[in-house]
């Protein structure tokens, strides 16, 4: 109950994804694998489920696989429950996934420290909250201190690195999943 594994998959926005990142219409597509517009249409907003023939077809109209379209499907149900940890606090860092599967967003929990040191540039926009604690983040050369409850928000391809200054400090990161194609190149990137 609840696991989005036990469902079935909803290719279409893969489909779609995939089409509009290689800049390509559902008129393209029809011609490069012999499928009507129409059909294609009702492939990517999921009223009709392509048969493992025509999924190829369009896999290949579209220069993937059959298996990566799946493996970039949503799963058909809208709801996942990702229960809280109740094991003792660890002194070490620690680091939990939020949301599970294959979707467009992420979302983890950071608790303690990491290496500071480390360099982060992520595609796509991201959104970090301090749940507890404080942290000092530096990203496009200035310097930002956050405490409980505040957010920093970063486009995509900013570069940026933080570390915690308070012990138990936990940091939610939420961002757009890297395999979306949610950010075009920014001019000066």
Partial sequence: MGDHKEQPLRVGAAVRRRRRALDLTLAVVSERSGL????LSQIENDRARPSRSSLEKVADALRTTAVELLAAADPACSVDVVRAETTEPAPEPRTR???????????SEFTGDHDAGREFQYRNDQLMYVADGAVEIEAEGRAYRLGRGDTLYLTGGVRHRWRATVPETRVVVVAVAEHIEAVRDR???
Avoid: T
């Fill in 36 to 39: 009507s517009v129409p059909f």
């Fill in 97 to 107: 996934s939020l949301v599970r599967g294959h979707h467009q967003m992420h979302a």
């Fill in 187 to 189: 001019p000066g990137r």
